[in-house]
């Protein structure tokens, strides 16, 4: 989607700026507890903690860090018992909002959360307001500049498995792929040299809302990025789709 790519790099280039490190760890080892709970502690044989724990290295967790939330999510360790939620709301302008929730406290959570929304222009809907709008989807972004080589990565991609590439960015590309094969096409644009910045199924949106106005998205803006802020949010999915001149003026 229009803007989805910029927007994606903003986000992730601000965050590394905020050195939100601590809270970032907190999100990985509550994921990384749920996983080893679900599908057991080895990740040669549970896919998703495998996928996890790849994620939390290339956030520099500490080994110390992953082993104990292994240690916790198989019942050798005790801990907080957090278990996964899906919250749906609407955001300012309308646009429809998809929170993916691991908590301990579930009627703490939906409160504050509940607040949130209400505080920044938005609201918090009910079990499947907005849900069937949005289908998973593994999303890579990689940085790359035009050329040869932008142009061989994307067939690489493309054989490789991947249904979609979003090439609206002059330094990004946006591929996507069915959630299975996530893992090969990452694998196979690595391979090329490419530089992954984020590869991780996401809930995508069928349609999207065009959001023109600066303020309204500014807001939405704001909306997410404080719901990522809070330590029970896991992701924040969106059909906001901003286009690029708005987001540099709020850049």
């Given at each position: 989607?229009?803007?989805?790519?910029?927007?994606?790099?903003?986000?992730?280039?601000?965050?590394?700026?905020?050195?939100?490190?601590?809270?970032?760890?907190?999100?990985?080892?509550?994921?990384?507890?749920?996983?080893?709970?679900?599908?057991?502690?080895?990740?040669?044989?549970?896919?998703?903690?495998?996928?996890?724990?790849?994620?939390?290295?290339?956030?520099?967790?500490?080994?110390?860090?992953?082993?104990?939330?292994?240690?916790?999510?198989?019942?050798?360790?005790?801990?907080?018992?957090?278990?996964e939620m899906v919250y749906e709301g609407y955001?300012?302008?309308?646009?429809?909002?998809?929170?993916?929730?691991?908590?301990?406290?579930?009627?703490?959570t939906a409160s504050e959360i509940r607040y949130?929304?209400?505080?920044?222009?938005?609201?918090?809907?009910?079990?499947?307001?907005?849900?069937?709008?949005?289908?998973?989807?593994?999303?890579?972004?990689?940085?790359?500049?035009?050329?040869?080589?932008?142009?061989?990565?994307?067939?690489?991609?493309?054989?490789?498995?991947?249904?979609?590439?979003?090439?609206?960015?002059?330094?990004?590309?946006?591929?996507?792929?069915?959630?299975?094969?996530?893992?090969?096409?990452?694998?196979?644009?690595?391979?090329?040299?490419?530089?992954?910045?984020?590869?991780?199924?996401?809930?995508?949106?069928?349609?999207?809302?065009?959001?023109?106005?600066?303020?309204?998205?500014?807001?939405?803006?704001?909306?997410?990025?404080?719901?990522?802020?809070?330590?029970?949010?896991?992701?924040?999915?969106?059909?906001?789709?901003?286009?690029?001149?708005?987001?540099?003026?709020?850049?």
């Amino acid at each position: 989607m229009a803007g989805h790519s910029k927007w994606a790099n903003i986000k992730h280039r601000k965050a590394k700026a905020d050195d939100k490190r601590g809270r970032i760890f907190t999100k990985l080892g509550r994921e990384i507890i749920i996983a080893a709970r679900q599908g057991g502690g080895d990740p040669d044989s549970n896919p998703r903690l495998k996928a996890v724990i790849a994620k939390a290295k290339e956030a520099n967790m500490p080994n110390e860090n992953i082993q104990r939330a292994i240690a916790r999510g198989t019942g050798e360790l005790e801990g907080a018992a957090y278990e996964e939620m899906v919250y749906e709301g609407y955001g300012p302008g309308g646009v429809a909002m998809l929170l993916n929730i691991a908590t301990d406290n579930r009627n703490r959570t939906a409160s504050e959360i509940r607040y949130l929304f209400s505080r920044n222009g938005g609201s918090l809907g009910e079990s499947g307001c907005v849900a069937w709008m949005f289908n998973p989807m593994g999303v890579i972004l990689v940085d790359i500049a035009p050329g040869e080589a932008r142009e061989e990565l994307i067939l690489q991609a493309i054989e490789a498995g991947a249904d979609d590439v979003e090439d609206s960015d002059a330094d990004t590309l946006e591929i996507r792929t069915a959630p299975e094969n996530l893992e090969s096409v990452k694998n196979a644009i690595k391979e090329q040299g490419a530089i992954i910045t984020s590869a991780e199924v996401e809930m995508v949106p069928q349609t999207e809302i065009t959001v023109e106005e600066p303020e309204i998205a500014a807001k939405v803006m704001r909306l997410v990025e404080l719901l990522e802020d809070h330590d029970d949010v896991q992701a924040v999915y969106t059909n906001a789709d901003i286009p690029e001149e708005v987001l540099n003026q709020l850049a």
